[in-house]
């Protein structure tokens, strides 16, 4: 089971941008699916935990959902800021419940 | 607030044993709820799930790795540890520990670089 993310995606400040995460077998709804952000040298964080929870802290600017018919998660980011730049993750576990993360989205703000 | 930290040698020589501990602080690794896990990113790249413990000591390993890989839970110390042997330089990475809720994995330690050289 693999998760494949966009390697990049840019937009500018302001605007709104999706990262699309896509299972590779079975159904997505299966098991949650996690966002976490990463900066440059800095640990993952989470921004979405299972499928559209958002944890304390986070903006409302950050929201997720899956679609069923492409077997995939989305991370939406609206009014996009610099400080959003960064690494995006997807993370779910396989039928067998070994975690799995997705490739990894390079998020560009210009 | 919960907090973890990683520790151990910032240098591992090719073949030799990868030894990793996370400690845990503001809260106990004895819990029903949680799992405490460690997870590897090589340079430049993505984020590998490496495995997880209980404080009960019940492991799960990436298939990719569990014929190295030992994780142990040490409940008197607050203490979650890692070891992989056999290691080469494909092993170089940072390594984090982070605590799983429900599916998510939060929080997580600031990470360790491993570099594997001679």
């Known amino acids: 089971f693999m998760l494949t993310q966009p390697h990049s995606v840019s937009e500018s400040p302001g605007k709104t941008v999706t990262i699309s995460c896509t299972g590779s077998?079975?159904?997505?709804?299966?098991?949650?699916v996690q966002w976490y952000q990463q900066r440059p040298g800095s640990a993952p964080t989470t921004v979405i935990y299972?499928?559209?929870?958002?944890p304390s802290g986070v903006p409302d600017r950050f929201s997720g959902s899956l679609d069923s018919s492409s077997n995939s998660a989305s991370l939406t980011i609206s009014g996009l800021t610099t400080e959003d730049e960064a690494d995006y993750y997807c993370?779910?576990?396989?039928?067998?419940?070994?975690?799995?993360f997705g490739g990894g989205t390079k998020l560009t703000v210009l | 607030q919960l907090q973890l930290q990683e520790s151990g040698p910032g240098l591992v020589k090719p073949s030799e044993t990868l030894s990793l501990t996370c400690t845990v602080s503001?809260?106990?690794?004895?819990?029903?709820?949680?799992?405490w896990g460690w997870i590897r990113q090589p340079p430049g790249k993505g984020l590998e799930w490496i495995g997880r413990?209980?404080?009960?000591?019940?492991?799960y390993y990436n298939p990719s790795l569990k014929s190295r890989v030992t994780i142990s839970a040490d409940t008197s110390k607050n203490q979650f540890s890692l070891k992989l042997n056999s290691v080469t330089a494909a092993d170089t990475a940072v390594y984090y520990c982070?605590?799983?809720?429900?599916?998510?994995?939060?929080?997580w330690g600031r990470g360790t670089l491993v570099t594997v050289s001679s």
């Open positions: 982070a605590r799983r809720s429900g599916g998510n994995l939060d929080p």
């Open positions: 503001g809260g106990s690794i004895i819990s029903g709820t949680y799992y």
């Open positions: 413990v209980y404080y009960s000591g019940s492991t």
């Open positions: 077998s079975g159904n997505i709804a299966s098991n949650y």
């Open positions: 299972e499928d559209n929870q958002r």
């Open positions: 993370q779910s576990y396989d039928s067998t419940n070994h975690c799995v």
